[in-house]
C-alpha cells in the first residue's frame, strides 16, 4: 500500500492500553476485528515486519497461501478517515511515521520516570497502570503483556519515590497501591504503602495493609513477607507478626 495519499493532518491514533481503538482527530473510526489484530501488531512491533510473519501470526491455522491471501483482503479493506495506514517496502509491513501510539508513549515514560531529571505528567500513574489488550488472546502478545506487566511495575514504584522525594505524597501513594493492583503479590509495593501510610500519621493504616498482604502471601503461595516488611510494622504489633 503506498502511502502518497495519507493524511497525517487529520491525526491517526492507535490506543493498546485498556483495549483497542483507531481514531483519527479524537473521533473513533470503526474497525474490523482482523484489521485490528493487524494493526496491534505493527503497533506493537514498531519496525517493519515481513508479510509472511504477519501473515502466519495473523492466520496460524491455515495455509501460507490462504493466510497471504487474507492479509492481502485486510490491508485493501483498511480504509480511514487518515488515508492508509500502514506502509510496505521490500515485502515488509509497517504503521506510517506520524500515527501515534498510546503504548509507545507508556514505554518511553517507563524508561524515563526514574531518570534524575524526569518531570512526571500528570496522567503518568493512569497510563502506567493500564492493561495491554485486556482479552486479547493471540499468542503473538504474551512476550510484550510479560514484558509490560514488569516494565510498568518497575516504573511505578520508581514513580512512586519521586512524588516522595518531592513532597506529593497522594500521587506517591497513587503509584503504589496502582503498583499493588496491578501486583498483589508484590512486597516491594506494599513496603512502600506502609512507608507512606506510617510517613502520614497512619499507624493503624500500615498495620492493615501488611496484614492483608502477610494473609494473601499465605494463602496463595504459603509464605511469609519478608524480615524487611516486618520491620517496618513490628512496633506496632508487639509479639504478633
Given at each position: 500500500?503506498?502511502?502518497?495519499?495519507?493524511?497525517?493532518?487529520?491525526?491517526?491514533?492507535?490506543?493498546?492500553?485498556?483495549?483497542?481503538?483507531?481514531?483519527?482527530?479524537?473521533?473513533?473510526?470503526?474497525?474490523?476485528?482482523?484489521?485490528?489484530r493487524?494493526?496491534?501488531?505493527?503497533?506493537?512491533?514498531?519496525?517493519?515486519?515481513?508479510?509472511?510473519?504477519?501473515?502466519?501470526?495473523?492466520?496460524?491455522d491455515?495455509?501460507?497461501?490462504?493466510?497471504?491471501?487474507?492479509?492481502?483482503?485486510?490491508?485493501?479493506?483498511?480504509?480511514?478517515?487518515?488515508?492508509?495506514?500502514?506502509?510496505?517496502?521490500?515485502?515488509?509491513?509497517?504503521?506510517?511515521?506520524?500515527?501515534?501510539?498510546?503504548?509507545?508513549?507508556?514505554?518511553?515514560?517507563?524508561?524515563?520516570?526514574?531518570?534524575?531529571?524526569?518531570?512526571?505528567?500528570?496522567?503518568?500513574?493512569?497510563?502506567?497502570?493500564?492493561?495491554?489488550?485486556?482479552?486479547?488472546?493471540?499468542?503473538?502478545?504474551?512476550?510484550?503483556?510479560?514484558?509490560?506487566?514488569?516494565?510498568?511495575?518497575?516504573?511505578?514504584?520508581?514513580?512512586?519515590a519521586?512524588?516522595?522525594?518531592?513532597?506529593?505524597?497522594?500521587?506517591?501513594?497513587?503509584?503504589?497501591?496502582?503498583?499493588?493492583?496491578?501486583?498483589?503479590?508484590?512486597?516491594?509495593?506494599?513496603?512502600?504503602?506502609?512507608?507512606?501510610?506510617?510517613?502520614?500519621?497512619?499507624?493503624?493504616?500500615?498495620?492493615?495493609?501488611?496484614?492483608?498482604?502477610?494473609?494473601?502471601?499465605?494463602?496463595?503461595?504459603?509464605?511469609?513477607?519478608?524480615?524487611?516488611?516486618?520491620?517496618?510494622?513490628?512496633?506496632?504489633?508487639?509479639?504478633?507478626?
Amino acid at each position: 500500500m503506498s502511502v502518497t495519499s495519507a493524511r497525517p493532518e487529520l491525526r491517526p491514533s492507535i490506543r493498546l492500553l485498556d483495549g483497542f481503538a483507531l481514531a483519527c482527530d479524537h473521533v473513533e473510526v470503526h474497525v474490523i476485528p482482523v484489521a485490528r489484530r493487524l494493526l496491534a501488531l505493527l503497533a506493537l512491533r514498531d519496525a517493519p515486519v515481513s508479510r509472511a510473519v504477519v501473515a502466519a501470526q495473523l492466520w496460524p491455522d491455515t495455509t501460507a497461501r490462504r493466510a497471504a491471501a487474507s492479509l492481502r483482503s485486510t490491508l485493501w479493506r483498511l480504509a480511514t478517515p487518515a488515508g492508509p495506514l500502514v506502509s510496505t517496502t521490500d515485502d515488509a509491513l509497517a504503521l506510517v511515521p506520524h500515527v501515534e501510539v498510546d503504548f509507545h508513549r507508556a514505554c518511553r515514560l517507563a524508561a524515563t520516570v526514574a531518570a534524575p531529571d524526569h518531570v512526571p505528567e500528570p496522567q503518568a500513574v493512569a497510563l502506567l497502570k493500564a492493561d495491554l489488550l485486556p482479552g486479547w488472546d493471540q499468542t503473538w502478545l504474551v512476550a510484550e503483556r510479560d514484558w509490560w506487566h514488569q516494565a510498568r511495575l518497575r516504573a511505578l514504584e520508581a514513580l512512586s519515590a519521586r512524588f516522595r522525594s518531592t513532597g506529593d505524597r497522594h500521587r506517591a501513594h497513587q503509584a503504589a497501591l496502582a503498583a499493588v493492583q496491578t501486583d498483589p503479590l508484590r512486597e516491594s509495593a506494599h513496603r512502600t504503602l506502609v512507608e507512606l501510610h506510617l510517613a502520614d500519621g497512619n499507624p493503624a493504616q500500615a498495620v492493615r495493609q501488611y496484614t492483608s498482604y502477610r494473609v494473601r502471601l499465605r494463602t496463595e503461595l504459603g509464605m511469609e513477607p519478608s524480615a524487611e516488611i516486618r520491620r517496618l510494622v513490628g512496633p506496632l504489633l508487639g509479639g504478633a507478626r
